[in-house]
């Protein structure tokens, strides 16, 4: 597995919701364009072990695709797929099971809302009273910062919906007591693919895959 560089975030176009059966969630953002240093999202949430695949990505032009995620379990698998550009499935890497990082990311989500404070894009934060954890997602598909409002704090949702807050959008995560994170992942397009899908295996909880075709 070759290093990876790093990259910056951008903003992109919501690709699609799937519903996997009851209680499995799908959410696709194409937030990177190839060769931009810009990625996508796939947040997935699954009650069991469940492969889910993500939609077609294009990687025309790219050597690479790096990944990285947020996971609220250690039991993750992740593949990529790869297609021509006829959509012709070319064959797919190994299954890996990431090596999570040993610093949980659960203790560094802030605790408690700020009023008047500015929340960058898919900024975490904890809410003690019902244990929920909510992202930052004002602007969706667009992610841009927000500032909280000056003076009331939300009424929390906790159905996995979201709250308007200021300038701020939070989406519901549900209650997670562990946050992990992995060290950057690379796959090689060494077959010059055009299309890539990823493939997740993944016991109850939320993963949040980051990535980008380079």
Request: aromatic share 8%; charged share 15%.
């Amino acid at each position: 597995m070759e290093s990876s560089v790093g990259y910056s975030q951008g903003s992109g176009t919501k690709i699609a919701t799937h519903q996997f059966g009851t209680g499995v969630e799908a959410i696709h953002h194409q937030r990177f364009a190839v060769g931009t240093g810009k990625a996508q999202m796939m947040q997935i949430i699954a009650p069991a072990v469940v492969p889910l695949a993500s939609a077609l990505q294009n990687c025309k032009s790219a050597g690479r695709i790096v990944l990285s995620a947020l996971c609220t379990t250690d039991g993750v698998g992740m593949k990529i797929n790869f297609f021509d550009e006829k959509l012709i499935n070319m064959g797919s890497s190994d299954l890996i099971e990431p090596i999570i990082d040993l610093e949980a990311a659960y203790s560094a989500v802030p605790t408690g809302w700020v009023l008047g404070t500015t929340y960058g894009p898919l900024e975490l934060l904890k809410i003690a009273a019902n244990s929920h954890i909510y992202m930052q997602v004002a602007g969706d598909p667009d992610f841009v910062e927000g500032v909280s409002d000056a003076s009331t704090e939300p009424v929390w949702p906790t159905d996995g919906s979201t709250i308007a807050d200021g300038t701020c959008v939070w989406k519901d995560l549900g209650i997670i007591t562990n946050l992990k994170t992995t060290p950057l992942i690379v796959f090689s397009n060494s077959m010059g693919a055009s299309f890539f899908s990823i493939t997740l295996i993944t016991v109850a909880g939320t993963i949040t895959v980051f990535g980008d075709a380079v």
